[in-house]
Structure formats: C-alpha cells, structure tokens
C-alpha cells in the first residue's frame, strides 16, 4: 500500500510539473505565478495549495466543468458536500455592496468574517486600498452548451488574483477600471443576475472574486439545488408592500430560487429568500425592497469593514 501511494504522489507530482511547464508557455515562471507561489509562501500555506490554485486559475473552465459535470453529482451527501462548502463558497451581495467591494478607497485588513461567512476556511478580505479589478470569462457559462451572453463577466478582486488571470488569459479576461466595473454590475443586475463574493482556501484563504451568476449556468447555484450549502444569504430578505403589488408575477419569474409566489400580491418565502435582489430589480412597480433580517447572517459590506 506504501509502495502504490508513493507511486500515486510521484505521478501527481509529475502532471503537475507538466502542467506548469504547458501553462507558463515555455518561461521559467511568469511574474503573476511567481507573485501566488511567494504570498503563500508568507502565509505558509501548504504548497499543494499552490497547485491545486494554480490549476484552477489556469484551467478553470476545464476545473468548474469537472466539478458540475463529475463532482458534485458523486460526493457524499453529507460529509462530501460540507466539505467542498468549507473550502470553496460564495456571500450574496446585493448591487449596492457589490460596487462597494470594487470602489472601496482604503486599506481593508485580514479580518474573521465567521459572523459572516458561516464556514470553515476561507474568512478574510485584504485589499490595500482602491482594488484592482479584471473581467474574466465565466467558467460556468463557457461549459454549458447554450450559454448566456455575454460571457466576460466574472470579477477578478485583488492582487496576485488580477494580474494572474491577465497574463494566464490575455484572451479572455481585460482590465478593468473602477466606472467600468461598477457599469459591469449595474448591467447584470438589469439581466437579473445575482452578485456573490467567492472565498476559496487555496485562493489564499480569503475573497477574490464577484461572480455574476445566472440560475441557469451558475455551478454554485446547481451545487446548491444538489445540497451542497456553497452560497451564504446575503444577510437581507426580499419584502413586497402589498398596496403597491400588482401581481404580475414578474418577481417570481425572476426569483433564482424559487422564493416567490403570486397569490393576488407577490408572497415572499422567507426560508427560500436569499436577498439577492433580483426581484427589486426586476419589479417594474418598485413594490419591493431588500431590508436586513439578523437570522440571514450579516451583510459582506466592506465599508463597515474598512
């Protein structure tokens, strides 16, 4: 048994020596790459987190398209699926704290998000002042057949992450200024999708990305249909002023998770209710608004954080 495990290590070591040879394109080591395998030397991260990170970032549609397609529908249904949730999960935002997260103006230090983030791993923010930010293409999008457009619309959040995904996919990814990612947010929250701040552990323990999910694509959102808790509430439920509600229904066509239902009047199921906010978007009578409820968990709202 020894004997085979060494072997298995041996081989796991080797394609993952070939895969940084593909991936650094011939070069010794591309600047970004180097910049990851530095910081979590600094914070004595295990290096098996460097490459399992660099995976990821490198080949990410390839790695989220196994992890639908293969992953998900095979883990344990309870201790599996727990577990993937401590190391990889996402915070709805609404839009408001979204812009807030890619325009903050001043140094946000490591900080325990546990009354947050309810998870294991992954509880901290650090940005040291104004954030850089790219577009890059979603992962989930480009491994569905019939994706939805546009596809350049994940958020990359913050150093080494940015300049990572830039020289590893000039292709698909482009930098972004504050106005453009704030413009970026504003035109998902139009088409009805859902902001969420993603924490992984081996994406150094902490937040690095704003993923703009559609229900349809999203591989957070199906994990979560499977029963894998990888999306945290947003800490806000959806509350509709009845005098103002029409009941057209708009609200629960829209609603990712099925919360809302139309008697009349819209009713919002408060168990199902995430505070993603697309219903107060879409509502074309302004009858609904987000307000916070302290059963939901606490808002990811980096400016009281800051």
Same mark, same amino acid.
């Given at each position: 048994m020894?004997?085979a495990? /060494?072997?298995?290590?041996?081989?796991?070591?080797?394609?993952?020596a070939a895969?940084?040879?593909?991936?650094e394109?011939?070069h010794l080591?591309l600047? =970004?790459?180097?910049?990851?395998?530095?910081?979590?030397?600094?914070?004595?991260?295990?290096? =098996?987190?460097?490459w399992?990170?660099?995976?990821?970032?490198?080949?990410?549609?390839?790695?989220l398209?196994?992890a639908?397609?293969?992953?998900?529908?095979?883990?344990?249904p309870?201790?599996?699926?727990?577990r993937w949730a @401590?190391q990889?999960?996402?915070?709805?935002?609404?839009?408001?704290?979204?812009?807030a997260?890619?325009?903050?103006?001043?140094?946000?230090? /490591?900080?325990?998000?546990?009354?947050?983030?309810?998870?294991?791993?992954?509880?901290e923010i650090?940005?040291s002042?104004?954030?850089?930010?790219?577009?890059?293409?979603?992962?989930?999008?480009?491994?569905?057949?019939?994706p939805?457009?546009p596809?350049?619309?994940?958020?990359?959040?913050?150093?080494?992450?940015v300049d990572?995904?830039?020289?590893?996919?000039p292709a698909?990814s482009?930098?972004?200024?504050?106005d453009?990612?704030?413009?970026?947010l504003?035109?998902?929250?139009?088409?009805?999708?859902?902001?969420?701040?993603?924490? /992984? @552990?081996?994406?150094?323990?902490?937040f690095?990305?704003i993923?703009n999910?559609?229900a349809?694509c999203?591989?957070?959102?199906?994990a979560?249909?499977?029963?894998?808790?990888?999306?945290a509430a =947003?800490?806000?439920?959806a509350?509709v002023?009845?005098?103002r509600?029409?009941g057209c229904?708009?609200c629960?066509?829209?609603?990712?998770f @099925?919360?809302?239902?139309? @008697?009349e009047?819209?009713v919002?199921?408060?168990e199902?209710?995430?505070?993603?906010?697309?219903?107060?978007?879409?509502?074309?009578?302004d009858?609904?608004?987000?307000?916070?409820d302290?059963?939901?968990?606490?808002p990811?709202?980096? /400016?009281?954080?800051a």
């Amino acid at each position: 048994m020894a004997t085979a495990l /060494r072997r298995l290590a041996a081989l796991v070591a080797g394609a993952a020596a070939a895969l940084w040879l593909v991936g650094e394109r011939g070069h010794l080591m591309l600047p =970004s790459t180097r910049a990851l395998l530095r910081e979590m030397g600094q914070r004595r991260l295990p290096r =098996s987190h460097f490459w399992h990170a660099y995976v990821y970032g490198r080949w990410t549609k390839q790695y989220l398209g196994w992890a639908i397609k293969v992953a998900f529908p095979r883990i344990h249904p309870v201790a599996g699926r727990r577990r993937w949730a @401590d190391q990889y999960h996402g915070k709805i935002v609404p839009t408001e704290l979204a812009k807030a997260l890619v325009t903050v103006g001043q140094p946000v230090p /490591r900080q325990d998000l546990e009354h947050i983030i309810p998870y294991a791993t992954a509880r901290e923010i650090v940005l040291s002042g104004p954030p850089d930010v790219a577009a890059y293409e979603c992962a989930c999008r480009a491994a569905r057949p019939n994706p939805c457009q546009p596809t350049q619309v994940c958020m990359i959040v913050g150093q080494p992450f940015v300049d990572f995904v830039l020289e590893h996919h000039p292709a698909t990814s482009r930098r972004l200024t504050q106005d453009e990612a704030v413009a970026l947010l504003e035109a998902e929250r139009a088409r009805g999708h859902i902001h969420a701040a993603y924490f /992984r @552990d081996v994406m150094l323990n902490r937040f690095y990305a704003i993923c703009n999910c559609c229900a349809c694509c999203c591989g957070g959102l199906e994990a979560m249909r499977r029963g894998v808790p990888m999306v945290a509430a =947003s800490g806000y439920v959806a509350q509709v002023a009845g005098d103002r509600c029409l009941g057209c229904g708009t609200c629960a066509d829209a609603c990712p998770f @099925d919360a809302i239902a139309v @008697d009349e009047v819209a009713v919002v199921d408060w168990e199902g209710c995430m505070g993603c906010g697309v219903c107060e978007a879409q509502c074309p009578e302004d009858a609904i608004a987000l307000v916070a409820d302290a059963r939901k968990g606490a808002p990811l709202d980096v /400016r009281a954080l800051a």
